[in-house]
């Protein structure tokens, strides 16, 4: 599956502002402040001044590694996804630089499975998770920073061969595509259920890790994936002849998610990225990526999907 060509033109700009706010990062220390300097991030236009107040919010432990890490399974674009030079790029890696250009930390991206990534940060491998929905059974381990509006979309073949449509039930006994360890997968395997108690066949479930959804659909390999909004609704736009929506559902939120005993960490990061919402640098980037439908009011710990039920 090619990436659209409007994100690869995204792609040049994203990977300096990566290396911009890399090398500022590099000039906080640990201490009372990070080290000031001359140079200001900028991205899309938009400057990125580092912020000490926000910065003397920080646990004393982060300031002195100097550093956050954020894991990401980097296969949903435009939100993250690889670029053909190996790179991490997206809009969730966009508001990382930012989140690291306001308080003079580096930050650091790593590629890992979806189902690893809560896991990844319970045991202190990561500081954050970048991608888990806000639900209830996720607040039970996790702290969660919603910061984008999520949901899913059926994403079928061109002309919709199989006839999927906003019923569900449309979808017993066909061959559908989830990635592994999401919320979509348990949905699924609920789906399936209701098909056999209406007398109806079970659903063939095919979970992929690390796997753009969108390629398995159009080899053929599946009738209907569950996709992110943000993925499913650029695909049908970028390539019309290969994929359309069946339905759209919005219902709930993406967030950052850190273990429960970093309250001030948890707080800095809320308010880090409310402030880059504060200051206009949040909306531009999602334009940028022709997300902008999807920026949330305001930025939330442990929301009850307050505006989306």
Not at 23 to 43: H, K, N, P, Q, Y
Request: hydrophobic share 40%; with cysteine.
């Amino acid at each position: 599956m090619n990436i659209p060509q409007r994100s690869r033109r995204s792609v040049a700009v994203i990977a300096a502002a990566a290396t911009v706010s890399l090398a500022l990062a590099a000039c906080a220390t640990g201490g009372d402040s990070a080290a000031e300097t001359d140079d200001v991030f900028v991205i899309y236009g938009e400057e990125v001044p580092f912020n000490q107040e926000l910065y003397d919010m920080l646990p004393d432990d982060v300031k002195e590694k100097g550093s956050l890490s954020f894991s990401t399974d980097a296969a949903g674009p435009p939100r993250t996804f690889v670029d053909d030079s190996g790179e991490i790029v997206g809009v969730i890696p966009d508001v990382i630089h930012a989140v690291g250009a306001t308080l003079g930390l580096e930050t650091e991206i790593l590629k890992n499975s979806f189902d690893a990534e809560v896991p990844g940060v319970e045991s202190g491998r990561f500081d954050f998770t970048t991608g888990t929905g806000d639900f209830p059974h996720r607040r039970e381990i996790l702290d969660l920073i919603d910061y984008y509006k999520a949901g899913r979309v059926y994403l079928v073949q061109a002309g919709n061969p199989m006839g999927v449509t906003k019923d569900e039930l449309t979808q017993c006994g066909l061959r559908v595509g989830v990635l592994k360890g999401t919320t979509q997968e348990q949905l699924v395997t609920e789906l399936s259920q209701r098909c056999e108690d209406e007398g109806l066949e079970p659903i063939n479930l095919q979970s992929f890790n690390n796997v753009l959804l969108p390629v398995p659909l159009e080899a053929d390999r599946v009738d209907v994936v569950w996709e992110n909004t943000s993925t499913g609704m650029m695909v049908a736009e970028e390539s019309p002849d290969k994929f359309e929506l069946a339905d759209v559902l919005f219902q709930g939120y993406v967030a950052f998610g850190l273990r429960k005993d970093r309250p001030e960490l948890r707080d800095t990061m809320q308010q880090t990225l409310q402030h880059l919402m504060d200051t206009g640098v949040y909306q531009t980037i999602y334009d940028e990526w022709g997300q902008g439908e999807l920026v949330m009011d305001y930025i939330s710990i442990n929301s009850d999907n307050r505006d989306l039920q």
